[in-house]
Nanobody, 125 residues
């Protein structure tokens, strides 16, 4: 069984920064592709960023490129999302996800096997 637990969300002003963390337990973390998604009430869950199992390849949604950075520490079974220059439109529930079956980074929900419970990010204007 794989468990993902997000932390680090909160309330921040426009232009501020937050760092989300996702702690993973269960099977060999270092072999997973890890991703971050976000979802607003009544909307589809959307891709934010993902990282390959060795950390050498990353992908970002156009809306966060240049502002967000995904990284991972396999020794700590943790993936991070550093979010800078936050905007009100970044307000969402952020989810961490793990893909156990692929080596290519995916950008859709269906490509990920396990999900965390989510952490709320609110950016005030």
């Amino acid at each position: 069984q794989v468990q993902l637990v997000e932390s680090g969300g909160g309330l921040v002003q426009t232009g501020g920064s937050l760092r989300l963390s996702c702690a993973v337990s269960g099977r060999t973390f270092s072999s997973y592709v890890m991703g971050w998604f976000r979802q607003a009430p009544g909307k589809e869950r959307e891709f934010v960023a993902a990282i390959s199992w060795r950390g050498g390849t990353t992908r970002y949604a156009d809306s966060v490129k240049g502002r967000f950075t995904i990284s991972r520490e396999n020794a700590k079974n943790t993936v991070y999302l550093q979010m800078n220059s936050l905007k009100p439109e970044d307000t969402d529930l952020y989810y961490c996800a793990a893909d156990l079956s692929r080596t290519i980074i995916g950008t859709t929900q269906g490509e990920y096997d396990y999900w965390g419970q989510g952490t709320q990010v609110t950016v005030s204007s």
